[in-house]
């Protein structure tokens, strides 16, 4: 008998996006990836719906090849993903069936070069990691659920991720261990390993597609049992998930930036509840909506030290930026003694922006609304030479000069510091002290990623300078200080979680400091009586989440209601915002914000409509429906338009 499904090809035009009828084998199930002619071309397929009626007056083709098989529970994650971010279901699909290069010779241990050394297991757990441990464990028994594991950082998160993939595979079931960046992917793989061995898998976007391959097939095949990864692990094909862990869950890099713009943290969770599996949102320093939403597994202070003592120092009263009095005598002890210190300042570069002092003149991108970064010319600790001015959104990249170009006075003033700056003050001020950087600029790859993490933990005395990178989950033994350099960067950003992302960068740098010994923590701010950095001096999570929730409620903010997004770009400000207007028209009595012009970037005007609402998906299907239907003439105008569900920036 004639056997027919729904296959939906893998291309990215909207235009086709639906399914497709092909006649099939007898073997081939929903999940299974084909592959199909459409139209001229051999194209990659899912299967989503089998035994489907033809139909009539169409000659169906036959599938050409099985490639392999998905779960079925991947394919329903796709196609609901595409629904509520406004995709289409085959760039849904091909987040769970990506292109699976040819073997060539002999695999690679991809976990085995990745991981970091692990510190022993603990030889028993505490009794607030022995509650959480075993309500995971009967949700993992009574058919799943989503919990907040919430504890300071060094409360033992870790291992209680740990022992839940332990009940899970007891259970005969799979583990996925979520970080936010390939950055964290090092340490928490070394510790996974340790305990699981070779049942552990990696994926990130940093593996290359045979590597990718390999992991994968070990995953499908229940080889490895445990997956640890960055956002796009959520996708693993594991036949069976049991517990999914989101470390740092507060972590905005969790968010996709790309169509589909999904959110890892919702897709766990809608993961969890298709497979009946446990879902653990792990931080120090939890977002509200979890705060809010999710039953609450509090593991209390450190285990094995108490939390670092908080100094600001208040830069209104200093001479020395960015190396301020208080904390040059701290750096300056270290060098005498021995020790570590990570020192956070969120820019790359030597100075945000170069400044004629004759005529005003800030060097600007000529392309985006910003002004160019000034990038120091060698990588090398103590290199002082200034070579280029970046645009850090359209990668533009100008020669310095020794000149203004507006007037030509050589008068030129370099505003601010970035990681580069303060890495040159301190080999120059405190040349004892082995000096780390940790930014993008310095750490091109995984390699580059594991010398400076290798390097610093086996330091005796150093300092690891970078960005936001090196206040995300590291553990690394004898850091006795940490210090934010300057803690107002994020707070002037105009979005309404500036606050929370500042409480949270400061919050969670304060954990990198004595978690084996004594430690302290200094702040450098312009600000500081401001309420993220109050909060954060006294460890008093609670009390901002508290406040901040107060706030959201007031203002009709997440997690009260959701947040969709609509940003239109163009070759001028007025057609971008009158599209916006013409959208808003059509959106009937939804409660939106705008339009309002947004910073022009790579060449682009934009501006964005906000909409607050209870309905998200709704409210995105008839903007995606609206914005379908002006297609060509906004093609024409060189209009395109973004639909975001949960943006997390504004």
Not at 80 to 85: G, I
Not at 126 to 134: K, R, Y
Not at 492 to 507: K, V
Not at 575 to 603: F, I, V, Y
């Amino acid at each position: 008998m004639t056997r027919f499904a729904s296959v939906y090809p893998l291309v990215t035009a909207r235009a086709v996006a639906r399914p497709f009828t092909y006649e099939v084998p007898e073997e081939v199930g929903v999940g299974s990836i084909v592959e199909v002619r459409f139209g001229n071309a051999r194209r990659r397929g899912v299967v989503t719906e089998l035994d489907v009626v033809p139909p009539e007056g169409v000659k169906t083709s036959s599938v050409e090849r099985v490639a392999e098989t998905l779960p079925a529970a991947l394919v329903e994650l796709a196609l609901w993903l595409a629904d509520y971010y406004g995709s289409t279901p085959a760039r849904a699909l091909a987040l769970v069936a990506p292109y699976n290069a040819k073997r060539r010779g002999e695999r690679r241990a991809v976990t085995e070069a990745s991981a970091l050394a692990a510190e022993a297991a603990p030889a028993s757990l505490s009794d607030t990691q022995q509650h959480a441990l075993a309500r995971i464990v009967s949700l993992l028994d009574e058919g799943g659920g989503n919990v907040l594991l919430w504890g300071a950082t060094g409360s033992g998160k870790t291992e209680v991720y740990i022992r839940a993939c332990e009940a899970a595979i007891a259970r005969g079931r799979g583990a996925i261990v979520l970080v936010p960046e390939i950055a964290l992917t090092p340490q928490t793989l070394g510790r996974f390993r340790a305990r699981f061995g070779d049942g552990v898998a990696v994926l990130h976007s940093a593996l290359s597609e045979a590597e990718r391959r390999d992991e994968r097939e070990r995953i499908a095949s229940g080889e490895a049992p445990v997956v640890v990864g960055a956002r796009s692990a959520v996708f693993a094909p594991m036949p069976s998930l049991g517990v999914v862990c989101i470390d740092e869950e507060h972590d905005p890099s969790y968010k996709q930036e790309s169509d589909p713009r999904y959110d890892a943290r919702t897709v766990a969770a809608k993961r969890a509840a298709l497979e009946g599996a446990v879902a653990v949102f792990g931080s120090a320093t939890p977002r509200p909506e979890s705060w809010e939403r999710l039953e609450r597994l509090e593991l209390g202070g450190r285990i094995a030290a108490p939390l670092p003592t908080v100094k600001i120092v208040d830069l209104r009263k200093q001479a020395g930026y960015p190396l301020s009095a208080p904390l040059l005598a701290e750096l300056g002890g270290i060098a005498e003694r021995g020790g570590k210190a990570i020192l956070l300042l969120n820019r790359r570069g030597v100075a945000p922006a170069v400044h004629c002092r004759a005529c005003g003149e800030t060097r600007r991108c000529p392309f985006c609304d910003v002004a160019l970064t000034l990038h120091g010319a060698g990588s090398t600790v103590g290199d002082a030479r200034d070579s280029s001015l970046r645009c850090h959104h359209c990668g533009r990249v100008e020669t310095l000069g020794e000149t203004c170009p507006a007037c030509g006075s050589a008068e030129l003033a370099r505003i601010g510091a970035g990681t580069q700056k303060l890495e040159r003050a301190l080999a120059k001020q405190l040349p004892e002290l082995e000096v780390m950087r940790l930014d993008a600029d310095a750490v091109e790859n995984a390699s580059d990623l594991r010398d400076v993490l290798e390097r610093f933990a086996r330091a005796r005395r150093a300092v690891l300078v970078g960005t936001q990178m090196v206040a995300k989950g590291h553990h690394f033994p004898g850091v006795e200080l940490a210090a934010v350099v300057d803690a107002d960067s994020g707070l002037g950003i105009p979005d309404f979680r500036a606050e929370e992302r500042t409480f949270q960068l400061l919050t969670q740098l304060a954990g990198r400091s004595g978690r084996d010994a004594p430690g302290r923590v200094l702040v450098q701010t312009f600000q500081p009586d401001a309420r993220a950095v109050t909060f954060a001096a006294r460890h008093d999570v609670r009390g901002f989440l508290d406040g901040e929730l107060d706030r959201r409620r007031a203002l009709g903010y997440p997690p009260y209601r959701h947040l969709v997004r609509i940003v239109v770009s163009g070759p001028s400000p007025d057609d971008a915002q009158q599209a916006l207007q013409e959208l808003k028209a059509g959106l009937g009595d939804a409660e939106l914000l705008g339009p309002a012009p947004l910073l022009r970037l790579r060449g682009k005007h934009r501006a964005q409509l906000v909409g607050k609402t209870d309905r998200p998906r709704a409210l995105a299907m008839r903007a995606a429906q609206l914005l379908a239907a002006a297609a060509v003439p906004m093609r024409r105008a060189g209009l395109a338009a973004v639909v975001d569900v949960d943006p997390q920036s504004l």
